[in-house]
């Protein structure tokens, strides 16, 4: 796998060889004392993703030469080398948005090497999520452009259709498969956008699936509620990613006000396909409170669409447990109890009871694969992990694809009881 590339200037040799002697190894480098050089080889080589200069240079400083670099590719991650007394420029740097970062001098090489590489990997995720947006709009213009001319056809001639049959069933059979792409692109921008490598909405689709199986609802409602737990958070694409990158409780009041606003977002965008209208009501109504206290509407109690009171459920239990709501990953018993807590308040009482007796069972689906959020005194023998189990120092215990037996079990709560702390676990 090719090495990032990364863009060095500083005017001192010396720097610039330290730098080449941490750095080379993880890196592809191209190192310049000279800012009007520099400039010239990134206006050939633009799609270099990190750029690194030190603050205080003859010719120009280092927040002047990325202004620069920001007019060639406004995409690129950023980063100042300073020393103390340029801290005042360097923070006026950082609040003109010049900068993604700043090591100070003598600069960590673990930290440096880490923030870089923590950068590259933001970038690539920007680039992908700008791709699948880029493949959704088309999808949704093929999308419109079928069911146009399917509407056509049938306002020309109806006996026509009925000697092509066969072409219609096709044509259906294309629009099916579109509709579906589309789905599934939308749901894996969403992941890309809010950095989510939990695939958080798709565990939240297939809960609310199981759910709703339970309730006996046909299988149209049941399509339309796994669809909204996978498309509910679309309205987060007009979020920055550093507010999404906090957790819901540690935001500040205007944050929060701001955030939860992704959900009439999400309602706006979807309900703009016709398809998709019931799943865009479903979505609008999930932070609606099962006793009516929740403006604008305040609906209550069964008035709630039944997708809409399933969701809010499932996504409160998932968020408590993968640190998105707290600053920290809540245990799974701690979190039963609080959704417990907010039942007949906030959430639907029968469904609450519902979801709790499924995170006992861990049923699988007839629909597909879907995982559970565990710690270690939730797993049985038997059980595959989904992802891999790592440490505090972040290396796998055990690896995704693992079949859980009862030793590993053991070994695992004995370490949790050691250092006092719950392992996230993700399993089926």
């Known amino acids: 796998?090719?090495?990032?590339?990364?863009?060095?200037?500083?005017?001192?040799?010396?720097?610039?060889?330290?730098?080449?002697r941490v750095l080379r190894k993880h890196f592809q480098l191209y190192l310049f004392s000279d800012a009007n050089e520099a400039i010239g080889f990134y206006q050939d080589n633009p799609n270099i993703p990190l750029v690194l200069t030190d603050m205080r240079m003859p010719i120009m400083d280092g927040a002047t030469f990325l202004g620069k670099i920001i007019e060639i590719n406004g995409h690129c991650k950023r980063f100042l080398l300073t020393g103390h007394a340029d801290i005042n420029l360097t923070v006026t740097a950082v609040n003109e948005g010049k900068i993604s970062h700043y090591f100070s001098k003598p600069w960590n090489n673990e930290e440096l090497i880490a923030e870089l590489n923590s950068a590259y990997e933001l970038y690539l995720n920007e680039r992908k999520t700008?791709?699948?947006?880029?493949?959704?709009?088309?999808?949704?213009?093929?999308?419109?452009?079928?069911?146009?001319?399917?509407?056509?056809?049938?306002?020309?001639?109806?006996q026509k259709l009925q000697l092509i049959s066969t072409r219609e069933a096709n044509s259906f059979g294309r629009?099916?498969?579109?509709?579906?792409?589309?789905?599934?692109?939308?749901?894996?921008?969403?992941?890309?956008?809010?950095q989510d490598a939990t695939r958080h909405n798709f565990r939240v689709a297939a809960h609310a699936r199981l759910i709703a199986e339970r309730q006996s609802c046909d299988k149209l409602t049941i399509f339309q509620i796994y669809i909204a737990g996978l498309l509910y958070e679309t309205g987060k694409l007009a979020l920055e990613q550093t507010l999404l990158s906090k957790s819901i409780d540690t935001m500040t009041q205007q944050e929060k006000k701001l955030y939860s606003g992704f959900y009439q977002?999400?309602?706006?965008?979807?309900?703009?396909?016709?398809?998709?209208?019931?799943?865009?009501?479903?979505i609008k109504n999930i932070p609606a409170s099962y006793n009516g206290n929740t403006a604008p509407e305040h609906l209550s109690a069964e008035e709630i669409p039944l997708g809409s009171r399933i969701i809010a459920i499932v996504s409160m239990y998932d968020n408590l447990v993968n640190g998105h709501q707290s600053n920290f990953c809540i245990p799974t018993v701690e979190a039963k109890h609080r959704i417990k807590e907010l039942a007949k308040t906030m959430f639907d009482p029968k469904l609450t009871n519902c979801y709790l007796s499924i995170l006992e069972e861990f049923p699988s689906s007839s629909e597909g694969k879907i995982d559970y959020l565990l710690n270690s005194c939730d797993l049985r023998e038997g059980m595959m992990l989904t992802r891999d189990i790592v440490n505090t120092d972040n290396n796998a215990m055990l690896t995704q694809g693992t079949e859980v037996e009862q030793h590993h079990i053991d070994k695992l709560v004995e370490i949790e009881k050691e250092q006092a702390e719950s392992f996230l676990i993700y399993a089926r």
């Open 1 to 20: 796998m090719d090495k990032p590339s990364l863009l060095i200037l500083d005017d001192e040799k010396e720097v610039l060889n330290a730098l080449n």
């Open 175 to 194: 629009l099916k498969k579109t509709f579906s792409t589309f789905i599934d692109i939308y749901a894996e921008t969403i992941c890309l956008h809010n």
């Open 130 to 158: 700008k791709q699948l947006l880029k493949v959704n709009l088309a999808k949704n213009a093929e999308l419109s452009l079928i069911n146009s001319s399917l509407e056509l056809e049938t306002n020309k001639n109806q």
């Open 265 to 282: 977002k999400s309602y706006e965008l979807l309900k703009k396909v016709d398809e998709l209208s019931f799943v865009a009501e479903i």
